[in-house]
């Protein structure tokens, strides 16, 4: 479960980066060049792969606690 939760905390740096840049002028390729691959070293498949991911609902399940085993 840690593991699952650094990848959606470092998902959700990604998208606060992407979201710092005005998508709508902007293309994905371009920013994607321009700011999120010299700062995060990740190829677009994963850049379109992370903007498709749910990420706050990820983390919320894994902050739920679950049952004993």
Excluded at 4 to 16: H, T
Aim: overall charge positive; hydrophobic content about 30%.
């Amino acid at each position: 479960m840690g593991a699952r939760r650094n990848k959606l905390l470092r998902y959700q740096q990604v998208m606060d980066e992407f979201n710092r840049h005005d998508c709508r002028y902007t293309p994905i390729t371009v920013i994607w060049r321009e700011f999120i691959y010299p700062k995060f070293h990740i190829s677009r498949d994963t850049l379109y792969r992370i903007l498709n991911t749910p990420i706050e609902e990820e983390l919320e399940k894994t902050n739920t606690p679950h049952s004993a085993l």
